[in-house]
């Protein structure tokens, strides 16, 4: 048993020798247990419907990498569109900012993918064919046997389905539904790629899932040392009454001696995830699942004694002080959020399909005067179509003037998520121009309707 002197230097998941202590945790459902079994599943038919459904006559989720085009719940967005990934990404950032400093790591217990495959998925499928905790544990623990290796190959045998079920689905999300299916559908040797990734991606669940398991929380994410600094007094944690449980006592000890609530029947620790002692107080292993909760309230319930021994609460709750939600911090990171998602909104409600800009060349030689008397200045024309169709473009001079526009291209098409740069010239005659200078009205037309208009300063002879 780990002591309260040195749980703060030792993982629990490490025995004297460094070597690795692994975890069986007890199945005990609960209220908690059974809310977050409804979102976890409700999640995974989230992620595993997205690819599959239409919204407006595109797949729901699509990142085409190769083709730099990218599909959210109908919205196209291209390479191009890098303001949306930085609200997105800063969106996201300061999320993990502002939901932390409120609601601790509720995102690790309920939401984070390792959390919902591992306890939802992979779990279920162990101890449905393995047994209890009791009984794994003395499994892993007996010799290599006919029924041991027959549990251990039908484990894995449904795990390794479960891993290729997510594998392809997340193909999906990158090389689209249709090609997935065809190749699925077709010899593996035939499409080496995508029948690599899926084999590298149900081998990474492999490792994870069956071996490396809690250590991913406890070892390698990086959250968890975040939350020392995003997490204070007042964020919401699941915690550990001290003064109400201590002195800890068996049930016989009251009738001699003074306990608290806590009968030390150890069942918090049965049952974690990540092996830990919550009654030693807030942990960077703890990924706040609320697994100790529901066990400590079913042992409360069974002595007549009142739930919330362990519960959701902050530190300054647990304290017998005032939980404060609303302080300095929680204000400016849900500003700096609300400040993000409204520009976010703009910027999609006054997003153009089309994009255009029209730039003086950079060459020493814009301006060029010709024999037949005509000044010509070069433009530089780029055209970028974040449109799902294709659009056919045509530049003129607006209005009527001597001036005109010549490009190297006949056509000025582009196909969806294509970028074009080409150059504009512009030839007007000498008597156009007024002590050197000439204004004209630059016209992209295309096949839609979609006009887009500028006006340029032309250069030429002062005489």
Excluded at 387 to 399: D, P, Q, V
Excluded at 404 to 433: C, D, M, R, Y
């Amino acid at each position: 048993m780990v002591t309260m002197g040195d749980f703060r230097d030792t993982l629990y998941t490490i025995d004297k020798t460094g070597r690795r202590k692994w975890v069986y945790p007890h199945y005990a459902p609960g209220r908690y247990f059974r809310t977050r079994t409804v979102v976890a599943y409700l999640l995974l038919a989230i992620y595993l419907s997205l690819p599959w459904i239409t919204i407006s006559g595109t797949q729901g989720i699509l990142l085409d990498i190769p083709h730099r085009r990218f599909i959210f719940f109908g919205a196209e967005f291209w390479a191009t569109d890098t303001i949306f990934l930085f609200l997105v990404l800063a969106g996201l950032g300061m999320s993990l900012f502002f939901f932390t400093s409120v609601f601790g790591r509720i995102w690790c217990g309920w939401a984070c993918p390792e959390t919902v495959f591992l306890e939802f998925l992979f779990r279920p499928i162990e101890r449905l064919i393995e047994g209890s905790d009791s009984a794994r544990r003395k499994l892993d623990r007996a010799p290599w046997t006919f029924e041991k290796i027959r549990k251990k190959f039908l484990k894995h045998g449904f795990c390794a389905a479960a891993s290729w079920v997510i594998a392809s689905t997340a193909l999906a999300y990158f090389i689209g539904r249709e090609p997935l299916l065809e190749m699925m559908s077709d010899y593996p040797w035939r499409n080496p790629g995508p029948f690599f990734m899926t084999l590298v991606l149900m081998g990474v669940m492999a490792f994870q899932f069956g071996w490396f398991r809690e250590q991913f929380c406890t070892i390698l994410c990086p959250y968890a040392r975040f939350q020392s600094v995003l997490m204070d007094e007042q964020s919401l944690l699941v915690g550990y009454d001290k003064e109400r449980g201590e002195p800890r006592g068996k049930v016989r000890a009251r009738e001699t001696t003074p306990t608290g609530d806590c009968v030390d029947c150890g069942l918090c620790v049965r049952v974690c995830p990540t092996g830990i002692d919550i009654r030693n107080g807030t942990q960077l292993e703890c990924i706040a699942c609320t697994a100790c909760i529901d066990a400590c309230d079913s042992i409360m319930d069974g002595l007549g004694r009142p739930r919330g021994l362990i519960r959701y609460d902050s530190e300054s709750g647990l304290a017998g002080e005032k939980r404060s939600t609303l302080r300095p911090r929680v204000f400016v990171y849900g500003a700096i959020l609300g400040v993000l998602a409204a520009v976010f909104i703009y910027k999609i409600n006054h997003r153009s399909p089309i994009e255009i800009e029209i730039m003086r060349a950079s060459t020493s030689r814009f301006v060029v005067e010709t024999e037949s008397g005509h000044v010509i200045n070069q433009f530089s024309l780029r055209l970028a179509n974040r449109s799902s169709s294709a659009r056919h473009f045509e530049a003129k001079i607006k209005g009527e003037s001597a001036a005109e526009i010549v490009t190297p291209l006949k056509h000025l098409e582009l196909h969806p998520g294509e970028n074009l740069k080409v150059p504009l010239f512009i030839k007007a005659p000498q008597s156009l121009f007024i002590e050197g200078k000439a204004e004209v009205e630059a016209e992209i037309l295309d096949s839609t309707g979609f006009a887009f208009s500028r006006s340029l300063s032309l250069f030429g002879p002062e005489n």
